[in-house]
Nanobody, 124 residues
Framework: QVQLVESGGGLVQAGGSLRLSCAASGRTSITQIMGWFRQAPGKEREFVAAIWRNLGTTLYADSMKGRFTISRDNAKNTVYLQMNSLQPEDTAVYYC?????????????????WGQGTQVTVSS
């Protein structure tokens, strides 16, 4: 089992920045990929970014490239999502997830464990 706890969400004005954190515990050594997803009200949960635990390779949704940066600190079992130039359309609950395989890094179904989510609200 792997437990994930997100933090760092909040209210920010358009153009501002936030850094989300995801602390993993439990059998973290078996995880391959850490990812971030988000879900806005009335919308499907969508992929944001992912990072390979060992290689550090990163992957982003096209709409996030250049604004969001995913990083990791394996010593702390923590993954971060730095979000810059936030816009009201970025308002959503942001979820951290981890995959035990490397097959579907952009798909919700490719992840095995999820955090409870952290709310990000961007005001105009």
């Amino acid at each position: 089992q792997v437990q994930l706890v997100e933090s760092g969400g909040g209210l920010v004005q358009a153009g501002g920045s936030l850094r989300l954190s995801c602390a993993a515990s439990g059998r973290t050594s078996i995880t391959q990929i850490m990812g971030w997803f988000r879900q806005a009200p009335g919308k499907e949960r969508e992929f944001v970014a992912a990072i390979w635990r060992n290689l550090g390779t990163t992957l982003y949704a096209d709409s996030m490239k250049g604004r969001f940066t995913i990083s990791r600190d394996n010593a702390k079992n923590t993954v971060y999502l730095q979000m810059n130039s936030l816009q009201p359309e970025d308002t959503a609950v942001y979820y951290c997830a981890t995959s035990l395989s490397t097959g579907q890094p952009m798909a919700r179904a490719g992840y095995d464990y999820w955090g409870q989510g952290t709310q990000v609200t961007v005001s105009s």
